[in-house]
């Protein structure tokens, strides 16, 4: 099934960092030369929104809740995409997820991952 597999969630502490990564699977092996990709969340009982972008140039874009505090980045030879994120906050909590924002009505939702921000 061609989707983006995410990984890397756990709880953590108000503060605390963690690192997200983002695999892209089947024929959508290369997606992460050739789209712009995005790492997205959903908190509960809220839509999902996009939080960060990375073009295959490498210009980035975050949305304001963020920006300063997480960061997008690919590593090429692991052909994955990552979502460094410090200073986390409680409401940061929420399941997170990675896809192409031009391409999510052709590229089906992967599993997501969790990331509770707690004391």
């Known amino acids: 099934q061609e989707q983006f597999v995410e990984s890397g969630g756990g709880l953590v502490q108000p503060g605390g960092s963690l690192t997200l990564s983002c695999v892209p699977s089947?024929?959508?092996?290369?997606?992460?030369?050739?789209?712009?990709m995005g790492w997205y969340r959903q908190a509960p009982g809220k839509e999902r929104e996009l939080v960060a972008t990375?073009?295959?140039?490498?210009?980035?874009s975050y949305d304001d809740s963020v920006k300063g505090r997480f960061t997008i980045a690919t590593d090429k030879s692991k052909n994955t995409m990552y979502l460094q994120m410090n200073s986390l906050k409680p409401e940061d909590t929420a399941v997170y997820y990675c896809?192409?924002?031009?391409?999510?009505?052709?590229?089906?939702w992967g599993p997501g991952t969790q990331v509770p921000v707690s004391s």
């Open positions: 089947g024929s959508l092996r290369a997606a992460l030369d050739i789209y712009i």
């Open positions: 990375l073009a295959p140039a490498g210009d980035t």
């Open positions: 896809n192409a924002p031009r391409q999510t009505s052709k590229i089906s």
